[in-house]
């Protein structure tokens, strides 16, 4: 392909070329034209030479025809010109270079015709009698001495040929010379004013390709100028643009991918056109796997893949639950929702995937909750209301019995009481209700309280309450509640510890940097221990290891829930080890210094 620069040098040159090739013809014809009168123009003035100084005799005479045509020969020698005396009836009596007799009657002949008076006439054709072109003069001439006719004189233009043949070479050669140089010049006209046009062609390609950096640099105030100036604008809109586009674009993919839902949707022709992070995982699959791909290659999740399908057949908005399982189960809302443009096009479906699992469990654990509260609540209300019902009915006379149900109607009454108190104070702890009221806590002070309170307990069966507890060691956090979150640890432990067993609180420090460190508070037993198969729900509400233990204890089964919460308003993590038969260690890790927010 010719490019803008050598297609406008070839258009420069051919005009160039055309116009010195039409200059060039012309100074031709002007020169042969020119040269060609100015022969014209001797040859008259020779036949008026001719007409003052020739010896005329009438034509009419017995020798007149080879005088003159002596006299012919005699002036061709001296004139270098063919001449011809002609009657005035056209009849040749004289010729130069042919005998008179065999020679046509000229009176027809176009430089006859044309000298009539005082005027030469003259005309150039080829002559068949000596196979040249010629060049013909002719006048009339009339003399005193008898002879009126006409003197023609005629010369060959071969001359006049070779003369113009140099000038061609002559001017060609000056042509070719000044072509090249219209050549050499068009070219550089052609570059400089396709230079600029090169230029913005080269930027608006690497626009095209995506650098829209590139900028015209050109200091012209003319149309190029004005249009490099317009590529600038325009690249600088575009970039501004991509970048709203690409902002709006991470934005989108920054939402979607953090969404807590799952995304997918399948565009009219059936072909997945978008997953989130959430549907990957739900779906257990990356997307380039089914990006661009049917959606029956969701076959694996074969649920899903039946609801996609119920939804694009449907193509209205859809809502149903499914249990899962994969490989645990799961339960899953997918919603579909039909997308259709303004003009009602149907563009496909979108569908959402919400992992509801632990939704439906809280729901179930809350109905359990209503049901345990109900049953723990019925049985001591039970007691005091038949003991109740007994003493007024006036059954009992023996002072003693009637003292001991009055004991067992205070001791129920006592656990309605805290059972009331625990439902209430996990309620608020739940609800993020209860105000932390941070300050530095001297740890070893704390235990050494809490083991004042709780010796009783352990030497009545006769446990052994022991510590590791560096002595300076402080942390910040809630005083009371932490007393809170220890009490129940240890009454747990000696409530199942047997009698002579131990109960051990163990603190250290973890962590290397400041804002790292944390402390971990081990509190471990040597108890009955906690089957595998109950530590993963120890800390749900009214959940028992052993049933009959805890009541006879008088432990209202919200103990290690309440734990468990204070602990995370804390921002501390709890766990537990246990093996039956040899004992429980719980472990709490709280951090040294607490972020805590503006809640005290």
């Given at each position: 392909m ?10 420069l040159?051919?005009l160039?070329g ?11 014809q ?5 040269h060609?009168?100015?022969l014209?123009e ?10 003052s100084t ?7 005479g017995?020798?007149a ?6 006299k ?6 001296l ?10 009836d ?5 010729d ?19 000298a ?18 010629m ?5 009339h001439v ?21 003369e113009l ?10 042509l ?9 010049v068009?070219y550089r006209?052609a ?5 600029p046009?090169e ?11 995506l650098?829209y950096?590139a900028r015209v640099?050109?200091n ?13 604008g325009m690249?600088?809109?575009?970039q501004?643009?991509l ?7 991470d934005l989108?993919?920054?939402v ?7 995304i997918?949707m399948?565009?009219?022709?059936g072909r997945?056109?978008l997953i ?6 739900i779906?257990?699959l ?15 999740n074969y649920?899903f893949m039946?609801?996609?399908?119920e939804?694009i057949?449907?193509?209205?908005l859809?809502?149903e639950?499914r249990n899962?399982?994969d ?6 809302q997918?919603?579909?929702?039909p997308?259709?443009e ?7 479906m979108l569908?959402?995937l919400?992992?509801?699992t632990?939704?439906?469990r809280?729901e ?21 209301k038949g003991?109740a ?13 009637e ?6 109607i205070h001791?129920?009454?006592e ?10 104070e996990l309620?608020k702890?739940?609800s ?5 009221e941070?300050?530095p806590v ?6 050494d309280s809490i ?6 307990a ?8 022991l510590?590791n507890?560096?002595e ?5 956090g ?8 220890f009490?129940?640890?240890?009454s747990n ?6 009698e002579?067993?131990?109960v051990?609180v ?8 400041e804002e ?5 508070v081990t509190v ?10 109950d530590?993963p729900r120890i800390f749900e ?5 052993d049933?009959?233990r805890s009541r006879s ?9 309440i734990?468990k ?9 709890l ?9 429980s260690?719980?472990?709490l ?7 805590h927010e503006?809640?005290?």
């Amino acid at each position: 392909m010719k490019t803008f620069r050598t297609r406008l040098t070839i258009i420069l040159m051919s005009l160039v070329g055309i116009s010195m090739l039409a200059a060039g013809l012309t100074m031709a014809q002007l020169f042969k034209d020119s040269h060609i009168r100015a022969l014209e123009e001797n040859m008259a003035r020779e036949i008026n030479l001719l007409e003052s100084t020739f010896p005329f005799i009438s034509p009419d005479g017995d020798n007149a025809v080879e005088f003159y045509t002596a006299k012919a020969r005699e002036l061709d020698n001296l004139t270098d010109s063919r001449i011809t005396f002609i009657n005035l009836d056209g009849t040749v009596i004289g010729d130069s270079e042919m005998r008179p007799e065999d020679m046509d009657n000229h009176r027809k002949r176009e430089e006859i015709q044309s000298a009539s008076g005082a005027s030469v006439g003259s005309a150039i054709r080829h002559s068949e009698t000596i196979g040249q072109d010629m060049l013909y003069v002719a006048r009339h001439v009339k003399s005193d001495t008898g002879f009126d006719g006409y003197i023609r004189l005629s010369m060959s233009l071969e001359a006049v040929g070779k003369e113009l043949n140099k000038g061609w070479y002559l001017m060609a050669g000056g042509l070719l010379l000044l072509f090249l140089a219209a050549a050499v010049v068009s070219y550089r006209v052609a570059a400089g004013l396709t230079r600029p046009l090169e230029h913005i062609t080269k930027v608006a390609n690497r626009i095209s390709g995506l650098d829209y950096d590139a900028r015209v640099n050109l200091n012209r105030k003319d149309e190029i100028g004005q249009l490099g100036q317009t590529i600038n604008g325009m690249a600088d809109s575009l970039q501004q643009q991509l970048k709203v586009i690409h902002d709006n674009e991470d934005l989108m993919q920054s939402v979607l991918a953090n969404m807590t839902g799952g995304i997918l949707m399948v565009d009219c022709f059936g072909r997945v056109a978008l997953i989130n992070r959430e549907a990957e995982r739900i779906l257990h699959l990356r997307g380039e796997q089914i990006l661009g791909k049917p959606y029956q290659d969701l076959k694996r999740n074969y649920e899903f893949m039946k609801f996609v399908e119920e939804g694009i057949t449907a193509k209205e908005l859809i809502t149903e639950e499914r249990n899962v399982y994969d490989p645990e189960e799961l339960i899953l809302q997918f919603d579909g929702v039909p997308m259709f443009e303004d003009d009602g096009s149907y563009r496909g479906m979108l569908f959402l995937l919400q992992d509801v699992t632990d939704i439906r469990r809280l729901e179930v654990m809350r109905s359990e909750f209503v049901a345990n509260v109900s049953h723990e609540l019925k049985t001591p209300i039970a007691a005091v209301k038949g003991f109740a019902e007994t003493l007024l009915a006036g059954g009992v006379k023996d002072e003693e019995t009637e003292r001991s149900f009055l004991q067992i109607i205070h001791d129920e009454g006592e656990r309605l009481n805290r059972l009331i108190g625990d439902i209430l104070e996990l309620s608020k702890i739940e609800s993020k209700r209860v105000p932390l009221e941070y300050a530095p806590v001297h740890l070893k002070e704390l235990f050494d309280s809490i083991f004042e309170m709780l010796q009783p307990a352990a030497t009545k069966k006769s446990i052994v309450m022991l510590q590791n507890i560096p002595e300076h060691l402080f942390i910040e956090g809630d005083e009371d509640r932490l007393k809170q979150i220890f009490m129940n640890l240890l009454s747990n432990a000696i409530s199942y510890t047997l009698e002579g067993g131990k109960v051990r609180v163990d603190v250290e420090v973890l962590g290397e940097a400041e804002e790292e460190e944390k402390v971990r508070v081990t509190v471990s037993d040597t108890g009955i221990g906690i089957p595998k198969k109950d530590l993963p729900r120890i800390f749900e509400r009214f959940y028992r290891v052993d049933k009959a233990r805890s009541r006879s204890s008088g432990g209202t089964g919200l103990g290690l829930s309440i734990v468990k919460h204070l602990s995370e308003l804390h921002r501390g993590t709890l766990r537990v080890e246990s093996k039956v038969g040899e004992g429980s260690s719980f472990i709490l890790e709280l951090p040294f210094m607490q972020q805590h927010e503006d809640e005290h």
